[in-house]
């Protein structure tokens, strides 16, 4: 998966800056150039998992630098010695190394130092080396997840054969916006919309399309509970539950549906929901035709499910007795409530 960033990289030698910027999420390296000579510009890769850099070993021991506690924010993140160079990567995201994360309306930008202590076979220094490195990326529904502690997300692996196996994961979001995932216990009232985003990690090649085939929720854990209410069926909105909107499905590496709470009839306190989601080839007809014949995609390349739950609701106790309302459409299994999420998935065959 391949998405506009710009990385910046600082050269703390002398305060001197560097930067460079990217189209591409995925960059292999960075050619950097210092005014100073002494200023030590590492190769610099900062994708979808993970950033890092390596420097010329030499360069560090002319400066004095003690190679073997190089280390970021994080002192327990230390760079490894790897032939003439010296390496250090960890992954992407918030509070990992020490890293930290700034948001704005559109875009988050990941921060952290590496600090290159002096070598204590010298007797004095007067220089002390760091580098501030920052990746910025457009907040979506993936980036996004990287940016709070402990995101309400599961994720499966799907294998698809000629390719690999491809990482596909669902969240949870705290509005249309699809940017801010939960990260706690999750309480929605009846009134509320949940706002759900379904996405293939890893396809970096860009080649396949995900496409939500059938959503729904149960009271239980089991996804073949015979109490279920449908959101998505084969590709398409239960209609007759007019808040249910299909955002996106088929037509990138990213699905996203929204729906109005709804409480299941009966003593049930929680809910699961269940998506079949598959991942079809680019050059396959992969958008569900909603409004008339289903598009033609009867054997996917690779089928999988994932379930997200238990959730409940925040309204206060009700008459099980009543019925739900129209905007929660019709369900002879009833209703619906939201909790913190025990995080669990199984491949559909």
């Known amino acids: 998966m391949q998405l506009p960033t710009t990385i910046i990289f600082l050269c703390a030698v002398a305060s001197v800056s560097c930067s460079i910027s990217s189209t591409h999420l995925r960059v292999q390296r960075s050619a950097l150039e210092c005014p100073q000579k ?55 995201g918030a509070f990992v190394c020490g890293t930290t994360a700034e948001l704005t309306d559109t875009h988050v930008t990941y921060k952290n130092i590496m600090f290159l202590p002096p070598d204590p076979v010298y007797v004095i220094y007067r220089e002390e080396y760091r580098f501030n490195v920052s990746c910025t990326f457009p907040l979506d529904l993936l980036t996004s997840l990287g940016t709070v502690l402990y995101p309400i997300i599961v994720i499966i692996s799907i294998p698809v054969d000629g390719y690999g196996e491809f990482q596909v994961g669902m969240a949870v979001y705290k509005d249309a916006s699809f940017i801010t995932p939960y990260d706690s216990d999750v309480f929605l009232s009846t009134h509320a919309m949940l706002y759900v985003g379904v996405f293939i990690y890893n396809d970096y090649n860009n080649e396949f399309n995900l496409v939500m085939k059938n959503c729904y929720a149960t009271p239980t854990m089991n996804p073949n509970d015979l109490k279920k209410y449908d959101i998505i069926m084969e590709g398409c909105s239960n209609t007759l539950d007019k808040t249910i ?19 299941f009839i009966g003593d049930h306190s929680r809910v699961y929901l269940h998506c079949e989601v598959y991942l079809c080839h ?34 206060p106790p009700t008459d099980d007795a009543d019925p739900p309302t129209d905007a929660a459409g019709k369900s002879t299994s009833g209703g619906f409530m939201l909790f913190g999420f025990l995080l669990s998935s199984y491949l559909f065959f």
Request: aromatic share 6%; charged share 25%.
């Open 38 to 92: 002494i200023a030590v510009c590492p190769k610099l890769t900062c994708d979808a998992n993970n950033f890092g850099f390596c420097v010329d070993k030499q360069e560090l021991l002319d400066l004095k630098v003690d190679i073997y506690n190089i280390h970021l924010l994080d002192r327990s993140c230390k760079a490894n010695v790897i032939g003439d160079k010296v390496c250090i990567n960890w992954a992407l």
């Open 245 to 263: 909107k299909i955002v996106e499905n088929g037509e990138s590496s990213k699905g996203k549906f929204q729906v109005q709470m709804f409480k």
């Open 282 to 315: 680019k050059s396959k007809s992969c958008k569900p035709n909603c409004f008339g014949r289903k598009s033609n995609n009867e054997l996917p390349e690779a089928l999988g499910s994932l379930r997200l739950g238990p959730i409940n609701r925040s309204d």
